[in-house]
């Protein structure tokens, strides 16, 4: 049974910062690629960023030079540090693994940004 556990949001002023985690089990971790990707209210989810298993990333232009990714192949969990953070940047946050386009999705966890 796959299951992708996301933690760490919560409630954060304008300029602050938090540190989303994804914890995986029932999938190889170290083999997946994975991602953070995010909604908000009435739009579409969209990609935020992502991680190969050899370890390249890739950012939407939006949060460039704000957030990081990353990854513990021992811990099999994947995280995105986020700073500097805009109440733009308000939405559920979801996991995702994606091994050859077999994709699972964590169950999300809200991020609100006041201004």
């Known amino acids: 049974q796959v299951q992708l556990v996301e933690s760490g949001g919560g409630l954060v002023q304008a300029g602050g910062s938090l540190r989303l985690s994804c914890a995986a089990s029932g999938i190889i971790f170290s083999i997946n690629a994975m991602g953070w990707y995010r909604q908000a209210p009435g739009k579409q989810r969209e990609l935020v960023a992502t991680?190969?298993?050899?370890?390249?990333?890739n950012y939407a232009d939006s949060v460039k030079g704000r957030f990081t990714i990353s990854r513990d192949n021992a811990k099999n969990t994947v995280y995105l540090q986020m700073n500097s953070l805009k109440p733009e940047d308000t939405a559920v946050y979801y996991c995702?693994?994606?091994?050859?386009?077999?994709?699972?999705w964590g169950q999300g966890t809200q991020v609100t940004v006041s201004s």
């Open positions: 991680i190969t298993s050899g370890g390249s990333t």
């Open positions: 995702k693994s994606d091994l050859r386009s077999l994709v699972f």
